[in-house]
Every structure is written in structure tokens, then in C-alpha cells.
């Protein structure tokens, strides 16, 4: 053979050799990851869930018809800072040590557990390019690259000024896969709307959205705008602290009108965040980044909005707790919706990282969603989810005292259990598939004994499990005997 004929097939080799390594390098390339998190939006606030009639939200509905919709996917905690740190570090609140919305000013601060890694440490380990724009409220400081993971940062409350760093960003054509969290603030502008309609004025981060003229617009009264029966007696003493005047909660003097306006508000700020993620969505679409980019939605709590003459959240209704979770990577995953019980605290974090390719440490509590987003066959899920809370956010004073509670979730196939650290009557039990409103409290009814007991040890397990010291309190120190 002469020396150009090997020459040639030396060539032919090579370039072959190259082409099939490219072709290699193309499939196995890291996909980008973008976390997009509203504030205090509850599951169902979607047109895409509950219709166009109130609420429009078309990028969201595009998410989720390209994605698959988690219908039960609850809180950790249902109030931000604690939810938040638990979604970027994949633990419990009582792991991470941030239990309330702790502040600068506290005489009492939180101590955050910093030997717990976080989702940007984990991806800026891995090569990952990492930026995070908008609201942070995290124990730790965001703008730190040390402690945060986050190489480029910009926070701010103002939603417009979060999407257009995060499309800046797309734009400027990272030149290695990039995790991008845009943290967007409304609709918790509603805090402010509920204490203007009570005659306080406001300021609003995100732009006024002003006020409705005509009574025909306004959205009707939940289902469920009345009091659960039987109340555990911490809740109500809880809801005459919190809604006093001058607090953060000032609706104890609502009519139904004012209860129908803010529903309104509230369905006209999520309408203003969806505008925002559309900008993000479409920048993806141009720079030719959306099949290789996993987009992971959701909320950090939920909104009331009058359910159970209840506004904010911090409770454990399904209204507080409940929150939105759509993941959607195009052409790898089919649109689906799934009714698995999740909880965003502790299985978001394993998800990304499992979808990333990077290694799930074997001590995160939570579970991957990616063989559930993936339409693979699920022989066994997890059979209960639990949500955390400290309700101290009152401000008035029941016997000349500041009330606060502690307070347990636990949520099975069809019931929801809660337990509280005050009161004569602790314990909540609904029947959530005969009624999902949760307007009929069983935990004193004798034809459903045994289901309160088997949540009582649902809980138990959970606290041995993971180490909550407040569990046994609740249930060893101050659960009442039940005279059947």
C-alpha cells in the first residue's frame, strides 16, 4: 500500500475517531439548570390548574404543558426563610437550624448549620458556572462566592430588574453549563395589598397594580372561607395575635368584599411574576438554550387569600403549604402530572444534582424526582410528607402575652395530620379526599381513633429518624388523652 493511500485512510480514521467523540461529548454534555421560585404562591394559582376565568398565567401553563406538574408537592415550612434554606441545602428546618423568618435584630438569632453544603457549592465543585438573581433570604450571605457557591450575583425585590439580569445573563452565552436561579418576589406584594385595603398605605416592590372598580371582577369567596370545625385552640388564639390592626396581618375587620379584592390582587400579581418568567423563557428560546437547560418551578410557601379567614401563610392548610412544581426540559421530558407526595424542602436539591449528573450525598433526606419526571416505573414512593413550622409572626397579645406555637404536619395518601405545642385540643386530623377543604377537624371523632393514632406514629418514626427533638415534646408532653 503506498504511503498516500495509508496516508489517507490515517486521516479518515482520525477524523472518524473525532467525529464519533464529538458526537459522544454531545450526548453527555451537562445540561444547564434553571430555578426559577416565586414567593407565596399557592399550588393551584395557575390558569393551568384553575381555569382563565380569574387568572391568566400563559408561561406557566407553558411550562407545564411542556413539563410534568407535581399536584402534591408541599412546603417544608410554610413561611420563607426556613423553606428557602431548606430547598438550597436539601434538610429539614430543624436540621438547618433556620426554624422562623429570622432577623438582623433578633435577640434570640437562629444559629444556621453552615457544615451543611449548599445547591451553589454543589454545582460550582462540579464546573458549573453559577449566578443567582433576585430575593435571597437565606441565612447565609448570597453575595459571598465562599459561602454561597454563587459566582455571579445581583439581588433585588423588584421583579422586572430580576428578569432582566437573568436574560442578560442568557445572553452573554455562558461558556460552560450554568446553574441560574431567578428568584422572583410577587406575588408576595399581596402583604402590602392586604394592608392597604385595611387603609394603610403602601409601597409595593414590584409596581401597583391599583385597586378594582367594578364588583363583577372580583373572584368569589373560596370554598372554604369558613373556619375549620373544631379548631385546635392554639390556631384560634393564634388568628386573634395575628390579626390585629397594626400587625402584619390586618384582616380581622374584612368584609367579604374586601376578602373578594384581595383574591383579585393576589391573582393580578401572580399575572405580573408570569409576565417576568416569560422574558427568561423566551431569552432560553433565542440563544437556542432550551434542549439542554432543565427549568425547575416553584414556590416557597402558598397564600391563604381568605381560606378559612386566613391571609398570609405560616399555617398548615393546604392554601399556606401546598405550592407549585413543574419541571420541564424539553424533548426529555414527556408532559405528564403526577400526584406523588413531595416535598420541595428536601427533594429539589437531590433532583437538579441527579439530573446534573453530580453524585447525591447519601445523607439528604430527600428523593430524586427524576425517574418520576422521567416516566420511568416507580415500584415504591414515600408514604407521608412532613412540614415544619414556628408560628411567631403575632404581634397582639392573648393574656398580656406575644402567643407563639410549634406546630407538626404530617401528610399520608388521604389525611392530614397536625399537631400543636398549645392549647386543650392540639391535634387537627382531615379526611382530604372527602373534603379538601379541610372544613371538618376528626381528631376527636371515635370512627377515626385508629387513623389519629397511626399519624401519632407516622410522627414519632419521623422524629427518631431525623433527629426532631420537637416531635417527642409535642406527643409525649402535651397530646390529651382522647375520652372515647
Request: glycine share 6%.
Amino acid at each position: 500500500m503506498k504511503f498516500q493511500q495509508l496516508k489517507s485512510l490515517f486521516s479518515a480514521g482520525l477524523l472518524l475517531s473525532c467525529s464519533s467523540w464529538l458526537s459522544a461529548e454531545k450526548v453527555e454534555k451537562k445540561p444547564n439548570v434553571v430555578f426559577i421560585i416565586t414567593d407565596q404562591q399557592f399550588a393551584d394559582a395557575m390558569s393551568c390548574r384553575m381555569g382563565d376565568q380569574f387568572i391568566k398565567t400563559p408561561n406557566m401553563d407553558r411550562m407545564a404543558a411542556e413539563g410534568v406538574v407535581f399536584t402534591r408537592a408541599y412546603s417544608n415550612n410554610p413561611i420563607s426563610m426556613p423553606s428557602r434554606n431548606s430547598m438550597f441545602t436539601g434538610h429539614y428546618s430543624h436540621e438547618t437550624g433556620i426554624t422562623r423568618n429570622t432577623k438582623k435584630n433578633d435577640t434570640t438569632p437562629e444559629v444556621y448549620n453552615d457544615k451543611l453544603p449548599n445547591l451553589g457549592q454543589y454545582f460550582k465543585k462540579t464546573d458549573y458556572q453559577t449566578a443567582y438573581f433576585g430575593k435571597s433570604h437565606l441565612a447565609y450571605q448570597i453575595t459571598n462566592v465562599k459561602e454561597s457557591g454563587f459566582e455571579n450575583v445581583k439581588e433585588s425585590d423588584n421583579d422586572s430588574i430580576v428578569s432582566n439580569d437573568a436574560v442578560n445573563f442568557i445572553k452573554s452565552k455562558p461558556t460552560k453549563p450554568f446553574l441560574m436561579v431567578a428568584s422572583f418576589t410577587n406575588p408576595h406584594n399581596i402583604c402590602e395589598y392586604a394592608r392597604e385595603i385595611s387603609g394603610r398605605t403602601q409601597k409595593y416592590s414590584c409596581g401597583e397594580i391599583g385597586f378594582p372598580t367594578q364588583s363583577d371582577v372580583l373572584p368569589p369567596l373560596p370554598a372554604n372561607f369558613g373556619k375549620q370545625t373544631d379548631e385546635p385552640d392554639g390556631l384560634s388564639e393564634l388568628r386573634t395575635a395575628y390579626q390585629t390592626q397594626t400587625g402584619l396581618f390586618p384582616v380581622s375587620k374584612f368584609t367579604a368584599t374586601d376578602w373578594r379584592k384581595l383574591r383579585w390582587g393576589y391573582y393580578r400579581m401572580i399575572e405580573k411574576v408570569d409576565a417576568q418568567i416569560g422574558l427568561v423563557l423566551n431569552a432560553l428560546k433565542e440563544a437556542e438554550l432550551e434542549e439542554n437547560t432543565l427549568i425547575v418551578f416553584t414556590s416557597d410557601h402558598g397564600e391563604c387569600a381568605g381560606a378559612h379567614g386566613w391571609n398570609q401563610k405560616t399555617v398548615f392548610f393546604e392554601e399556606s403549604v401546598r405550592i407549585p412544581l413543574i419541571l420541564n426540559f424539553k424533548n426529555k421530558i414527556s408532559s405528564a402530572v403526577s400526584d406523588k407526595l413531595v416535598n420541595t424542602g428536601i427533594d429539589i436539591l437531590p433532583t437538579m444534582l441527579d439530573f446534573a449528573g453530580i453524585k447525591i450525598p447519601k445523607n439528604l433526606p430527600g428523593l430524586s424526582l427524576k425517574p418520576v419526571a422521567s416516566g420511568q416505573k416507580i415500584a415504591t414512593w414515600r408514604e407521608y410528607v412532613v412540614s415544619e413550622n414556628n408560628l411567631d409572626q403575632a404581634t397582639g397579645l392573648v393574656n398580656g402575652k406575644i402567643p407563639t406555637m410549634e406546630g407538626r404536619m404530617v401528610r399520608t395518601e388521604r389525611y392530614k395530620y397536625c399537631i400543636y405545642s398549645k392549647g386543650n385540643l392540639r391535634e387537627s386530623l382531615a379526611d382530604l379526599q372527602n373534603d379538601p377543604g379541610e372544613m371538618i377537624n376528626l381528631a376527636t371523632d371515635p370512627k377515626f381513633h385508629d387513623v389519629l393514632l397511626q399519624h401519632r406514629a407516622i410522627l414519632l418514626e419521623f422524629g427518631k429518624k431525623y433527629h426532631d427533638t420537637q416531635v417527642p415534646k409535642l406527643l409525649e408532653n402535651n397530646v390529651q388523652p382522647l375520652a372515647f
